[in-house]
């Protein structure tokens, strides 16, 4: 609970929204002072909205925050570090040419007599500094020589000083650390909360979420699922909060998918044995058959990326091999992987996916164009016959085909890039997070469309973080944990098997 007297943040009724995506929906979230508050969700949750809304990166349409008790407008991120709130994000911000004090009092030097820089005062204030939060290192050194640790131990630093700062916030800083190095960040963080300077600790590695912070808020899909006391809460009670279960009156799948179930190929279609990638996945065992939809469930952070990226050739395999009708593969690229079938709608959509400035029919030929090479061109009334066929199949909302996809939303963006990998009629498709971010409707239009493509004998990977969205429509779920495969379920599956699996705790 919200605690008046120690309340240093808080946000009351913060609505965003952008373009086809409704990102945050009247989300209350407190802060006190000298704690370490762990938000967590899985990708499209809405954290990264709400810490932009926090640090004055976007404004919010709706809603309220205070700082020590009176309410703010936070303008921008430098009228954040103004107000005393500061963020070192997952990548390192500084620059690694530079030495670490120069970095840490780039804008703040010393000088001799207005004139120079006072080189030995600079230093000796930058190892002051580092020295209250326990690292001692030679500060004459560019940082860029130093470990990705210690560069975040650098931006913590600079961020304490050049903004007094009140609040930190920490988004992702464990994931290029050693288990070494996150001990010795949470050492800082513990001190910094004795400080009483309030934490905030982005991270998708729930038991870090266990081992240093106070209390944990958990967003799901743009909304508050709610905020606890970390010591009231275990892995798999976090884990049920963080995919929950989304009300919908799509049920009627189950049918369909026991129909569908009808045409999976006995022969393996794709064969990967102890597939793997050093600091990526560890090696895995997978079987794709025509007709089958394989669900990966795990999250975020669990892998299931890293292994559509080994599938399609975005990453190259450094153990294992993989096969395809029974042919060993050598040509990991995704022009190989075209040429053989496999098809990969990314992640991130907007960064992987569309091409933004190109219209509708463009990006929806692309694939296609792609596979033919470009010495085959296709034609520009062949290409609109293909672009109205997918729109109207997948009842993409556009005017013409000519519009730019950028001012789709994001529902209809994601349909467009449907659309581009059915036109070159893959034999394999990788949906890698199909429905995020986009309305009921047009998720029940994409979860039936997969079930339907496995029933004209297409094999399909699907990846999702809604836990009841992979069982509506797998027919075998694989379960990702730590970037490795745990396990993997066939035929009717317990919800709650599934969660224990990917929580990490035993039946």
């Known amino acids: 609970m919200p605690d008046s007297d120690r309340d240093i943040i808080v946000m009351k009724g913060i609505d965003k929204s952008f373009p086809g995506v409704h990102a945050l929906q009247n989300v209350d979230f407190s802060l006190l002072k000298g704690e370490i508050h762990a938000l967590v969700g899985e990708n499209g949750a809405g954290k990264s909205t709400l810490i932009k809304v926090l640090t004055g990166v976007d404004r919010v349409d709706k809603g309220t925050i205070e700082l020590d008790g009176k309410t703010v407008v936070v303008r921008s991120p430098l009228h954040a570090q103004e107000l005393g709130i500061s963020t070192v994000y997952q990548e390192v911000n500084l620059c690694p040419n530079l030495t670490v004090a120069e970095n840490l009092l780039i804008g703040r030097q010393p000088s001799r007599f207005g004139i120079s820089v006072d080189w030995k005062k600079l230093n000796a204030r930058a190892r002051e500094y580092l020295k209250e939060l326990g690292v001692e290192i030679d500060v ?43 001990a010795q960040l949470f050492a800082v963080m513990k001190k910094l909360r004795a400080n ?8 998708h590695f729930l038991d870090q979420v266990f081992a240093v912070s106070d209390r944990v808020t958990v967003l799901r899909n743009g909304a508050l699922v709610g905020t606890y006391e970390t010591s009231t809460l275990d892995a798999f009670l976090l884990t049920r909060l963080m995919l929950g279960r989304s009300i919908t009156d799509l049920d009627e799948m189950k049918a369909h998918k026991i129909e569908s179930s009808q045409h999976i190929r006995t022969e393996a279609l794709l064969q990967a044995d102890e597939l793997g990638l050093s600091n990526s996945i560890d090696p895995f065992t997978l079987t794709l058959h025509a007709g089958e939809v394989v669900g990966l469930a795990g999250l975020l952070g669990s892998g299931r990326t890293e292994v559509a990226n080994l599938l399609f050739g975005v ?33 991130d959509r907007k960064v992987e ?12 030929v692309l694939a296609m164009q792609a596979g033919l090479g470009w010495f085959r061109r296709i034609g520009t009334q062949e290409q609109y016959e293909i672009a109205d066929k997918y729109i109207k199949l997948l ?3 556009t005017p013409t085909a000519d519009q730019q996809i950028k001012n789709l939303s994001g529902g209809n963006q ?14 394999l498709l990788i949906l890698d997070e199909p429905t995020r971010g986009i309305d009921v409707g047009t998720k029940a239009d994409i979860q039936k469309l997969v079930l339907s493509l496995a029933e004209e004998g297409k094999a399909c990977v699907f990846i999702s973080s809604e836990l009841d969205e992979v069982l509506r429509t797998s027919h075998r779920i694989v379960v990702m944990r730590d970037r490795a495969k745990v396990t993997e379920f066939s035929g009717e599956v317990d919800e709650t098997e599934i969660m224990k699996a990917i929580a990490g705790r035993a039946s």
């Open 140 to 182: 004459t050194r560019p940082l860029g020589s130093y470990s990705v640790a210690i560069q975040q131990m650098a931006a913590i630093a600079r961020a304490l000083v050049v903004s007094n700062a009140k609040v930190l916030i920490l988004d992702e800083p464990t994931s290029s650390l050693t288990a070494n190095e996150t």
């Open 196 to 203: 009483g300077i309030a934490v905030v600790f982005i991270t």
């Open 315 to 347: 990453d190259r395999p450094d153990a294992g091999s993989l096969t395809m009708d029974g042919k060993p593969v050598t040509d990991f690229t995704p022009a190989g992987s075209i040429k053989r079938g496999i098809a990969l709608c990314p992640e």
């Open 353 to 364: 996916g569309i091409i933004a400035d190109l219209s509708v029919r463009e990006n929806i």
């Open 395 to 397: 009842n993409i909302s």
């Open 414 to 427: 994601q349909k467009v890039i449907l659309a581009r990998w059915l036109a070159a009629n893959p034999r």
